[in-house]
């Protein structure tokens, strides 16, 4: 239960209460379970009080001082705190739902465990934040710097993201169905077990992140930069790629079934037994890629390149190699590739001329 002597003092307005923080600084108030709902408490000094479970639904806390407070388990909802000092503040489990955080300092703050649903965050320090199994659902973090902050198992699910700086972030086992994060930067963040499921990534950065098991169903992911990124056994079921970098990227099992790959450079990507089932790769580049066991039946591979791809063990059965680009040595196994109905005919390593300087060769021939 809350001081009622200080209770009291608080009353009596900001003034007052400031002016008594001014002169007993050493006193740290303890306003437990106390019930400030609505109330207009801009500019306030409550730093290092204890505000646990405390009720500050619609509070208006603007450019108000809550440096080092404890708020575990407190309400914020809807609460106005613009400009806010939350340094190092302990809002673990806390409520603030729909809060008004933009240009709110948290440098160091709790928020673990926190619901955060539909609060705006725009312009608000987070640097060393703890964000772990926080609710972000439909939060605005629109250009927030998110940069190694510890997001794991958190719910991001229709977050606004777009710009937003996640390089090096913990985002395993969060989930981020719907999200926007159009051309936000995740080089090298932690994305493993994250549910991706129909996020929108136009022209983000993934350089050298780890989707290892990641689930980015129906996700467009078009001109993104996942080189060197880790996505082995990621499904990415009628994900839309086209247009990426994904060089040298690691997709070994990965399930890439109905994708479309359009125009994607996987040079030297490894995609060895990953399911290609029905996958679009017109005039994609998969020059010197490992293609060893890959499942590609009826991939859609016409203008792909194909130079020095090694495809030993692949599948092509109903493939669509018209136009595609072969270097020596790429030949996938004869008897696991079959022709197209009314194809039988059709000699798809038909040789067409002397190699150029990339050792292309020959190219399947289709009516």
Known sequence: MANQRQFKLLKRGVRSWNTWRARHFEIQPYLVEVHLSCWDLGGVDLS???????????????????????????????????????VMAKL???TLKQADLRGANLY??????????????????????????ATLR????????????????????????VEANLKEANLQWATLIGTSLTRA?????????????????CRANLQEATLRGAILDGAILREVNLSKADLRWAQLILAVLSECDLRGADLKGANLNGANL????????????????????YLASLDGAILRGTDLRGVDLSGANL????????????????????????FPDP??????????KVNPWKKVGQGNSRGVFARPIHP
Do not use: H, M, Y
Not at 49 to 61: C, G, M, P
């Open 185 to 201: 930067n995740l080089a090298g963040a932690n994305l493993n077990r994250t549910d991706l499921r129909k996020a929108s990534c």
């Open 108 to 133: 160091g703050a709790n928020l673990s465990g926190a619901n955060l649903s539909r609060a705006d965050l725009s312009g608000a320090i987070l640097e060393g934040v703890d964000l772990s199994d």
């Open 262 to 281: 359009s125009g994607a450079d996987l040079g030297q990507a490894d995609l060895s037994i990953a399911d290609l089932r029905k996958a679009d790769l």
């Open 92 to 94: 673990n489990g806390a």
């Open 335 to 344: 008897g696991k590739w079959k022709p197209f109905p009314g194809e039988e």
């Open 48 to 86: 290092e009080a204890n505000l646990f479970q405390a009720d500050l639904v619609e509070a208006i806390l603007r450019r108000a001082n809550l440096r080092q407070a404890c708020l575990v388990g407190a309400d914020l909802s809807k609460a106005d705190l613009k400009q806010t000092n939350l």
């Open 138 to 161: 439909q939060a605005n973090l629109q250009g927030v710097d998110l940069s190694r902050l510890t997001l794991r198992g958190a719910d991001l699910s229709e977050a606004q993201l």
């Open 307 to 330: 130079v020095r791809a090694n495809l030993s063990g692949a599948d092509l059965s109903g493939a669509n190699l018209k136009g595609a680009l072969w270097g020596k040595g790429t």
